[in-house]
């Protein structure tokens, strides 16, 4: 690797969103349960997050299903597969 791709590449990390940026959104859309608007997203957002921050988080939660991006908004769809979260608790293999 060159010197000036380690400098990009530590620049695109920089500028990555935390893990508690993400858990952040993730609450504050499943919470909803409804349709938001990205303003409406900034607004309910306990701490104020940086609008390309905000937007590489949203890319990121497209990509693992968890939500989807419309004209008209933004969507909480993934549910949690309960069976299998029961199932590790108890310690049960199948």
Sequence with gaps: M???SQVKEREKLAHSPT???ILMVEETLRDS?????LAEI????PKQVMHQTLLQVLDYLQISGKIVIGTKGILWVFTERKELNELMKR???A
């Design 19 to 21: 893990l508690n940026t």
């Design 33 to 37: 349960g409804e349709l938001m608007t």
């Design 42 to 45: 900034k607004k309910k957002l």
């Design 91 to 93: 310690g049960t293999e």
């Design 2 to 4: 060159t010197q000036s």
